[in-house]
T-cell receptor, first 118, second 118 residues
Framework: GAVVSQHPSRVICKSGTSVKIECRSL??????MFWYRQFPKQSLMLMAT?????????EQGVEKDKFLINHASLTLSTLTVTSAHPEDSSFYIC??????????????FGNGTRLTVT | AQKITQTQPGMFVQEKEAVTLDCTYD???????LFWYKQPSSGEMIFLIY??????QNATEGRYSLNFQKARKSANLVISASQLGDSAMYFC???????????????FGQGTRLTINP
């Protein structure tokens, strides 16, 4: 159980275009989802916390107008990279926690999206 | 200041040997949780083990155990009888506070790349 599906797994886009990444919790509800970014051989950096039915909370230094997050339902959050540039090329990975579970419950991660902007 | 520190960028171990991956953390919150994740080259994040700050005993999950030394603020992962499939990046992460009291995120360390040699 607790499966998180992320789509697409890979995307190549041209500079200036927008890309949408979907994150779905398949067998549980998630009022909160998290979006991380990972550069090669580096750690996961939290970009934003996605809250169902309300605005996302962005980490310091993350442009909210560039990385649009929508959490339209208890099972779906989307990250849109607007006007993508080559420096946005990275591995984006979403995660979610089963709402209401105990404090030892982990974050469950999607398989990530590798974005390449040409 | 770094909240989570993993000082070993890379570790090389012979198959069937035990290996310890170091993790130290920094928090003033008396309630926190520590997580270890494995990230194979394919990119997915696999949850391994959890230790709560108030847990009296060290956590164990199969071949994984956590050497929790609260006074030293360390939470080292021990993998017994290593296997070739254990080769991956390993991340230590911390949640400050409790999920059920509004804690919202995990912060990750830099990771350790573990290579198991046959």
């Amino acid at each position: 159980g607790a499966v998180v599906s992320q789509h697409p797994s890979r995307v190549i886009c041209k500079s200036g275009t927008s890309v949408k990444i979907e994150c779905r919790s398949l067998d549980f509800q998630a009022t909160t989802m998290f979006w991380y970014r990972q550069f090669p051989k580096q750690s996961l950096m939290l970009m934003a916390t996605s809250n169902e039915g309300s605005k996302a909370t962005y980490e310091q230094g993350v442009e909210k107008d560039k990385f649009l997050i929508n959490h339209a339902s208890l099972t779906l959050s989307t990250l849109t990279v607007t006007s993508a540039h080559p420096e946005d090329s990275s591995f984006y990975i979403c995660s979610a926690r089963v709402t209401g579970r105990a404090n030892n419950s982990p974050l469950h991660f999607g398989n990530g999206t590798r974005l390449t902007v040409t | 200041a770094q909240k989570i520190t993993q000082t070993q960028p890379g570790m090389f171990v012979q198959e069937k040997e035990a290996v310890t991956l170091d993790c130290t953390y920094d928090t003033s919150d008396p309630s926190y949780g520590l997580f270890w994740y494995k990230q194979p080259s394919s990119g997915e994040m696999i949850f391994l083990i959890y230790q709560g700050s108030y847990d009296q005993q060290n956590a164990t999950e199969g071949r994984y155990s956590l050497n929790f030394q609260k006074a030293r603020k360390s939470a080292n992962l021990v993998i017994s009888a290593s296997q070739l499939g254990d080769s991956a990046m390993y991340f230590c992460a911390m949640r400050e506070g409790r999920w059920d009291q509004g804690a919202q995120k995990l912060v990750f360390g830099q990771g350790t790349r573990l290579t198991i040699n046959p």
